[in-house]
């Protein structure tokens, strides 16, 4: 893998750190300004993914960027906001990373026609 396809992969990570921001936005937003900053993180976030499956499968993209979030949304909530930590959550959100991070292995990024 080249250091254009690893450009695309941060786009998926940065797209993921984004999606943790305004799934717990949505939550906790409590004034203009909160709200006004998990709409940006909304449009940030689905640009960024957007612009990743340029070179990389969509449905790839899409499965890790929502691994990402998912997997960072209910971490945040224990560690932040006090959300009862359970070892079933913790076991399934490794289960969850290992599934995310076996796709990624796996796929063929797109060549410049957009072709596997």
């Not at 079933?88 to 063929?108: H, M, P, Q, S, Y």
């Amino acid at each position: 893998m080249d250091r254009k396809m690893n450009f695309y992969w941060l786009l998926v990570l940065v797209a993921g750190a984004f999606e943790i921001g305004w799934v717990i936005g949505l939550k906790h937003s409590y004034n203009v300004l909160t709200w006004f900053a998990t709409v940006v993180a909304i449009f940030v976030s689905m640009y960024l993914l957007v612009l990743s499956t340029r070179k990389l499968p969509t449905g790839t993209a899409y499965a890790v960027f929502t691994g990402i979030g998912t997997s960072g949304t209910v971490l945040f909530e224990m560690l932040v906001f006090g959300e009862p930590f359970r070892l079933a959550k913790l076991l399934l959100i490794i289960l969850l990373i290992c599934g995310v991070a076996g796709l990624k292995l796996v796929t063929k990024e797109k060549d410049e026609q957009g072709v596997h």
